[in-house]
């Protein structure tokens, strides 16, 4: 429909038109132009144009926006076939063949340490799912056994009834409770799967997760869901991620931090230090004299591959200046002459504050 066609014309109501009013109209036009029941040339390209006019104008959220903004935005996931059964029934949905059936995507969690997700690799899971049985190899058939069309629906997988309603004559049409919807029987089901042509059996799989994956990615395995009915297709593997925590790092983005214990004379007078990387080894960092609680250093390339592409994001070194809670009667003396320095800065000699900072830092081991 073009996007220029007004839905209040197509209707034939007025703006201002009430709900009842726009369903009375559109029940009495889908009547006319369904294109099972109405005989004009353009009924089903007329059929769909005032079912989407109906579709927006009965929400009133979506005909606020139609009168603001003049677009509907489409029928979504409610299709037209939908909208007309609500109003007269299932008889004039369309029937497809009852033929191969797609099997169902599955979904699953699977939980990954940091480290698997920076390098990726391949790991193994186990997929519960419904596979074609073995034995009849789908058909529902138990070997040997004869299969016959169904004398009940002669094949076509659906039976009709005839029923009146407050518009007519109208055919209700279901599934046939015979064969099921196949269109066929058999003589004696499979005694593995008692006819359903599926079993539900443990599948191992090999995933490969890519390097640089995060929490909350998913990754989709092309047919690996559940098998099809006769003879269909199998559906897709749908495996969401979860990172574990990790007791050294954590993630942000590509980046990986890290938080880094030193000492006030470390912070004071700075430092060259070590500080663990994801992959196990070890990376030389500089604490910078005079450095403060919560600083960041940054330690270029150490984090998160970025995921399909080049590079790799870094290591945020975040240092955690811990205030000793117990001191030695040396390291008390110490800390007392730092103080004493503090507290008369017109006295201070820096030469002494530094000595007194080493000392500090050699009376608490080096650290």
Same mark, same amino acid.
């Given at each position: 429909?073009?996007?220029?066609?007004?839905?209040?014309?197509?209707l034939?109501v007025?703006?201002?038109a009430?709900p009842?009013?726009?369903?009375?109209?559109y029940?009495?036009?889908a009547?006319?132009?369904h294109?099972?029941?109405?005989?004009?040339?353009d009924?089903?390209e007329?059929f769909?144009q005032?079912?989407?006019a109906?579709e927006?104008?009965?929400?009133p959220?979506r005909?606020q926006?139609y009168d603001?903004?003049?677009s509907g935005?489409?029928?979504?996931?409610?299709g037209?076939?939908?909208l007309f059964?609500?109003?007269f029934?299932s008889?004039?949905?369309?029937?497809?063949?009852?033929?191969?059936?797609?099997g169902?995507d599955?979904?699953m969690?699977?939980?990954?340490?940091?480290?698997?997700a920076?390098?990726?690799?391949?790991?193994?899971?186990r997929v519960p799912?419904?596979?074609t049985c073995?034995?009849?190899e789908?058909?529902?058939a138990?070997p040997?056994?004869?299969i016959?069309t169904?004398g009940?629906c002669?094949?076509?997988?659906?039976?009709?009834?005839?029923q009146?309603?407050?518009?007519?004559?109208?055919?209700?049409?279901s599934t046939?409770?015979?064969c099921?919807g196949?269109g066929?029987?058999?003589?004696?089901l499979?005694?593995?799967?008692r006819g359903e042509?599926? +079993?539900? !059996? =443990?599948h191992?799989?090999p995933?490969d997760?890519?390097a640089? @994956?995060? *929490?909350?990615?998913?990754?989709?395995?092309?047919g690996?869901g559940?098998?099809?009915?006769?003879?269909?297709?199998?559906g897709?593997?749908?495996?969401?991620?979860?990172?574990?925590?990790h007791e050294l790092?954590r993630?942000?983005g590509?980046?990986?931090?890290?938080?880094?214990?030193?000492?006030?004379?470390q912070?004071?007078?700075?430092?060259?230090l070590?500080v663990p990387?994801?992959?196990?080894?070890?990376?030389?960092?500089?604490?910078p004299?005079?450095?403060?609680h919560g600083?960041?250093?940054?330690l270029r390339?150490?984090?998160?591959?970025?995921?399909g592409?080049?590079?790799?994001?870094d290591q945020?070194v975040y240092?955690d200046v811990?205030v000793?809670r117990t001191l030695t009667?040396?390291?008390?003396a110490?800390y007392?002459q730092?103080?004493d320095?503090e507290?008369a800065? +017109?006295? !201070? =000699?820096e030469?002494?504050?530094?000595?007194?900072?080493?000392r @500090?830092? *050699?009376a608490?081991?080096g650290?």
């Amino acid at each position: 429909m073009a996007k220029t066609a007004d839905y209040y014309q197509l209707l034939g109501v007025p703006r201002n038109a009430t709900p009842d009013q726009i369903r009375s109209a559109y029940r009495k036009l889908a009547k006319q132009h369904h294109p099972d029941t109405g005989e004009a040339p353009d009924g089903a390209e007329r059929f769909k144009q005032i079912s989407e006019a109906y579709e927006v104008l009965s929400d009133p959220e979506r005909r606020q926006r139609y009168d603001m903004f003049g677009s509907g935005q489409g029928l979504g996931d409610f299709g037209i076939g939908d909208l007309f059964e609500t109003f007269f029934g299932s008889e004039f949905r369309r029937r497809e063949p009852r033929g191969p059936m797609r099997g169902a995507d599955l979904r699953m969690e699977i939980e990954v340490e940091l480290i698997d997700a920076v390098k990726g690799g391949a790991r193994t899971i186990r997929v519960p799912r419904l596979e074609t049985c073995e034995r009849c190899e789908g058909s529902g058939a138990e070997p040997g056994s004869k299969i016959s069309t169904c004398g009940t629906c002669n094949g076509r997988g659906e039976v009709r009834q005839v029923q009146q309603s407050v518009f007519g004559r109208f055919v209700n049409v279901s599934t046939c409770p015979r064969c099921g919807g196949s269109g066929k029987t058999v003589d004696a089901l499979c005694t593995r799967c008692r006819g359903e042509g599926r +079993e539900r !059996r =443990d599948h191992e799989l090999p995933l490969d997760i890519p390097a640089g @994956i995060d *929490d909350g990615q998913q990754l989709r395995v092309a047919g690996e869901g559940e098998a099809g009915l006769r003879g269909g297709p199998s559906g897709d593997l749908y495996v969401l991620i979860r990172l574990r925590e990790h007791e050294l790092f954590r993630r942000e983005g590509d980046d990986l931090v890290h938080v880094l214990r030193i000492s006030p004379a470390q912070a004071a007078l700075g430092a060259d230090l070590e500080v663990p990387t994801i992959e196990g080894a070890t990376a030389p960092v500089k604490v910078p004299g005079g450095a403060q609680h919560g600083q960041m250093v940054r330690l270029r390339g150490k984090g998160v591959p970025h995921l399909g592409s080049s590079g790799r994001g870094d290591q945020l070194v975040y240092l955690d200046v811990a205030v000793p809670r117990t001191l030695t009667k040396e390291q008390k003396a110490l800390y007392k002459q730092l103080h004493d320095l503090e507290g008369a800065p +017109e006295q !201070r =000699d820096e030469s002494d504050a530094r000595g007194v900072f080493d000392r @500090i830092k *050699d009376a608490m081991g080096g650290e």
